[in-house]
């Protein structure tokens, strides 16, 4: 194998780009079940089933024993680990399980987390946002009336998740503010896998307006009371959605 500064594929990837690809396609057999607990792998199997370097193939397993997925041992090799022992909040691991057929289970469990911290970042961002974060709400929930109508899920999407994490970090909580990531992958899964109405719910929006409005007068009852009700909305949108082909 050439030196890893220099390795290619015949499209030209980059090493960069290489080891998210192994990352992604191991992560993605791993969530799966493809690669079940307790299988072990080497990195020579990684170079020869990928045809990558062998720095490419310690990286994509470095990150993934990161995220708790992998474990090296020396005499055993790179070890599959129990789900207990991932990261499950980690932003790829939600990516890869979204990506799997398991992704109804996994928007259950993110909708539940879900409803245990938006609605108390609601309260707390009525008690704490500055007026950035008030007009930054209100662009967003005018830009997802804007692109509702004009059926651009996408920018929707976009305008919902730029909402949300402009809340979590009005909170004034960095820990509730890291959550956006989260929020932000449960969003994106309902949408990239036609899990949400293919024109958005008005009432949701209508809902999100209301949390903006409750922030901005600094009323966090308004505030919790909305942001409970948007959530109660998409589990509802979920268990009426047909799960796609």
């Not at 030209?12 to 791993?30: T, Y």
């Not at 036609?194 to 809902?207: F, V």
């Amino acid at each position: 194998m050439c030196d890893d500064a220099a390795v290619t594929t015949s499209s030209g990837e980059s090493p960069h780009r290489l080891h998210q690809s192994v990352r992604d396609a191991l992560g993605r057999q791993i969530v799966s079940g493809e690669l079940p607990t307790g299988a072990v792998l080497t990195l020579e199997g990684i170079q020869a089933t990928y045809d990558v370097s062998r720095p490419v193939a310690r990286e994509a397993i470095r990150v993934l024993q990161a995220m708790g997925m992998v474990a090296t041992r020396r005499r055993v090799g790179i070890t599959v680990l129990p789900r207990q022992e991932w990261n499950v909040f980690d932003p790829l691991v939600i990516r890869w399980r979204l990506d799997g057929e398991g992704r109804r289970e996994q928007l259950l469990s993110l909708s539940e987390l879900r409803r245990g911290f938006e609605p108390i970042a609601a309260r707390l961002a009525a008690e704490r946002a500055e007026p950035e974060h008030h007009g930054a709400l209100a662009r967003s929930v005018a830009d997802m009336v804007v692109h509702a109508a004009s059926g651009d899920l996408e920018a929707y999407l976009e305008a919902d998740t730029a909402f949300h994490r402009v809340l979590l970090n009005a909170c004034g909580n960095e820990m509730l503010a890291a959550f956006g990531d989260l929020v932000a992958e449960l969003l994106a899964g309902r949408t990239h896998h036609h899990l949400m109405p293919a024109t958005p719910n008005p009432t949701a929006i209508e809902l999100h307006e209301k949390v903006a409005i409750s922030i901005r007068n600094g009323d966090p009852a308004g505030a919790e009371e909305a942001m409970r009700a948007i959530i109660d909305e998409a589990a509802e949108a979920l268990a009426a959605a047909d799960d796609p082909p």
